[in-house]
């Protein structure tokens, strides 16, 4: 209340003087016409004072005044002035001034009127205004407490209703960075748990050939060396679980910045191949590949050989030995299309909707996979704005499909 008071008298004082002035000029205004009409007139009466003195110089010059001085006297006073010269469109001196005065009056009415008026629909509108702040106070004092299901949008176009508008859509904002900030929370609650039951088990297989080491020094030197090779691959497994699951941390925290390299598909693939030779060479696959020349797409060229390396090493892992797998590049103005197709034992259906998730583990995955090499392929390939698509079929192969925009 007590704001509004103090709104009101900053604006009704203002306002007070502003029209106090107003009345003063547009009463010295209706003054100096006042002077100017009443020159004018006596200017007037003394031209028909002395034309009818020269024409009847017995007329007495008291008498032609009070005519046309006298209300009384109007009509009889103007047909007597018109057989002078005078042609009766003048006002008599104690008629204007009357009026004048009258003028001055309703001038003065009208200012108060108005200016009340004004002040009126002014403290209305503060009043109305406050009325709208205290509510925008008490809706954000209810979303510090973390209510954000409320709503104040309007449709009208006052800077009030624009602020309340633009603070709903804060609120909206904070709503979803709430229930993001939710959802982040629980997601790492799981991932935790994902990363203990991964590391659980090869901890404790480590431990168990660690303590039958130690417990039984005499062991034969096969055993050992089965043993030794068997942490040693523990050990690489828990490695490049760490080295992706930090990658995947540093995506999800936004520090990567990709860079903009002009990559040619041919040498990309090319490149892939490469690296997972030796892959390829245990299993005996065969890779069938179709490269344009000129396929070229602009991207992160470390990141995406990663990423396609990721999807390649996930076809070997899933293809039978003795099979190929085919990958093709298609090149058109909109974008460049990698399509990557094995001939495995393809995913069932209920996995095909997973295949994406972070730790999840096909019916058909190996016991070394990790489950986190796809999820950081995408992640990688939607960082530098490329799509990735999967489709299979049980016991015909899988293939991925992955497009970046030009």
Same mark, same amino acid.
């Given at each position: 209340?007590?704001?509004?008071? /103090?709104?009101?008298?900053?604006?009704?004082?203002?306002?007070?003087?502003?029209?106090? $002035?107003?009345?003063?000029?547009?009463?010295?205004?209706?003054?100096?016409?006042?002077?100017?009409?009443?020159?004018?007139?006596?200017?007037?009466?003394?031209?028909?004072?002395?034309?009818?003195?020269?024409?009847?110089?017995?007329?007495?010059?008291?008498?032609?005044?009070?005519?046309?001085?006298?209300?009384?006297?109007?009509?009889?006073?103007?047909?007597?002035?018109?057989?002078?010269?005078?042609?009766?469109?003048?006002?008599?001196?104690?008629?204007?001034?009357?009026?004048?005065?009258?003028?001055?009056?309703?001038?003065?009415?009208?200012?108060?009127?108005?200016?009340?008026?004004?002040?009126?629909?002014?403290?209305?509108? $503060?009043? !109305?205004?406050?009325?709208?702040?205290?509510?925008?106070?008490?809706?954000?004092?209810?979303?510090?407490?973390?209510?954000? &299901?409320?709503?104040?949008?309007?449709?009208?176009?006052?800077?009030?209703?624009?602020?309340?508008?633009?603070?709903?859509?804060?609120?909206?904002?904070?709503?979803?960075?709430?229930?993001? !900030?939710?959802?982040?929370?629980?997601?790492? !609650?799981?991932?935790?748990?994902?990363?203990?039951?991964?590391?659980?088990?090869?901890?404790?297989?480590?431990?168990?050939?660690?303590?039958?080491?130690?417990?039984?020094?005499?062991?034969?030197?096969?055993?050992?060396?089965?043993?030794?090779?068997?942490?040693?691959?523990?050990?690489?497994?828990?490695?490049?679980?760490?080295?992706?699951?930090?990658?995947? !941390?540093?995506?999800?925290?936004?520090?990567?910045?990709?860079?903009?390299?002009?990559?040619?598909?041919?040498?990309?693939?090319?490149?892939?191949?490469?690296?997972?030779?030796?892959?390829?060479?245990?299993?005996?696959?065969?890779?069938? /590949?179709?490269?344009?020349?000129? *396929?070229?797409?602009? *991207?992160?060229?470390?990141?995406?050989?990663? *990423?396609?390396?990721?999807?390649?090493?996930? /076809?070997?892992?899933?293809?039978?030995?003795?099979?190929?797998?085919?990958?093709?590049?298609?090149?058109?103005?909109?974008?460049?299309?990698?399509?990557?197709?094995?001939?495995?034992? &393809?995913?069932?259906?209920?996995?095909?909707?997973?295949?994406?998730?972070?730790?999840?583990?096909?019916?058909?995955?190996?016991?070394?996979?990790? &489950?986190?090499?796809?999820?950081? /392929?995408?992640?990688?390939?939607?960082?530098?704005? &490329?799509?990735?698509?999967?489709?299979?079929?049980?016991?015909?192969?899988?293939?991925?499909?992955?497009?970046?925009?030009?």
């Amino acid at each position: 209340m007590k704001i509004i008071k /103090a709104d009101v008298m900053k604006v009704v004082f203002p306002s007070f003087i502003v029209i106090t $002035i107003f009345c003063i000029i547009l009463l010295k205004y209706i003054n100096v016409q006042n002077e100017r009409y009443t020159k004018i007139f006596n200017n007037n009466l003394e031209e028909i004072v002395l034309k009818v003195k020269q024409t009847y110089p017995d007329v007495n010059e008291q008498d032609i005044i009070k005519i046309i001085q006298n209300k009384d006297m109007q009509s009889t006073g103007k047909n007597f002035l018109k057989q002078y010269g005078y042609s009766g469109n003048q006002m008599y001196l104690e008629s204007l001034r009357e009026e004048m005065l009258n003028t001055k009056k309703y001038v003065i009415v009208i200012i108060i009127l108005s200016g009340l008026s004004i002040i009126t629909i002014i403290i209305i509108y $503060i009043i !109305s205004q406050n009325k709208k702040i205290r509510q925008i106070d008490k809706y954000l004092k209810k979303v510090n407490n973390g209510n954000y &299901g409320l709503k104040i949008e309007e449709n009208s176009e006052d800077e009030l209703s624009k602020l309340r508008n633009e603070l709903y859509k804060t609120t909206v904002l904070l709503r979803e960075t709430a229930e993001i !900030s939710k959802k982040e929370s629980e997601n790492l !609650s799981i991932s935790l748990a994902d990363i203990s039951h991964q590391l659980k088990t090869p901890i404790t297989s480590i431990r168990i050939m660690i303590d039958n080491l130690c417990d039984n020094p005499d062991m034969d030197e096969r055993t050992k060396t089965e043993f030794l090779k068997s942490i040693s691959s523990q050990i690489d497994w828990i490695s490049n679980l760490i080295i992706s699951l930090l990658k995947l !941390s540093r995506f999800d925290s936004g520090v990567i910045e990709m860079s903009d390299n002009t990559i040619n598909a041919k040498n990309l693939i090319n490149e892939v191949i490469q690296n997972l030779s030796i892959l390829l060479e245990v299993k005996d696959i065969e890779v069938v /590949a179709i490269l344009p020349d000129e *396929a070229e797409f602009v *991207a992160d060229y470390k990141w995406q050989l990663e *990423a396609i390396t990721n999807i390649v090493k996930n /076809a070997i892992e899933h293809s039978d030995e003795n099979s190929k797998i085919y990958i093709t590049v298609e090149n058109n103005n909109l974008f460049i299309k990698i399509t990557i197709r094995d001939e495995g034992q &393809g995913i069932d259906k209920e996995d095909l909707k997973h295949i994406f998730e972070r730790f999840y583990k096909s019916k058909n995955s190996s016991e070394n996979s990790i &489950g986190i090499g796809l999820s950081l /392929a995408k992640t990688i390939i939607e960082k530098d704005k &490329g799509y990735i698509t999967v489709d299979s079929k049980v016991g015909e192969g899988t293939t991925f499909t992955i497009k970046y925009l030009k």
